[in-house]
């Protein structure tokens, strides 16, 4: 099944440290491109191309997560 790497700012103020009650807070989700095993480079094993499609899909989160990270500086 294709991965859709996601990535959220803002969840962690939704319940503040030492705090059990959730509060109403703005949070920003933010969906990339799905990652197929048919993207991975041709002429690999299945194990390996599986390993890539997981790689490729963290590392697009992470791209989403830092894109985000500058357009709401201090929400994480």
Known sequence: ???????????????????????????????????????????MKRRERTQWV???AIRRMYAIRDDLRLEHPGRY
């Open 54 to 56: 997981e790689d490729e």
């Open 1 to 43: 099944a294709p991965v859709a790497p996601m990535a959220v700012c803002g969840f962690r103020d939704i319940t503040p440290a030492g705090k059990k009650l959730m509060r109403p807070v703005k949070c920003w989700m933010r969906a990339g491109d799905l990652v197929r095993l048919s993207d991975a480079p041709e002429g």
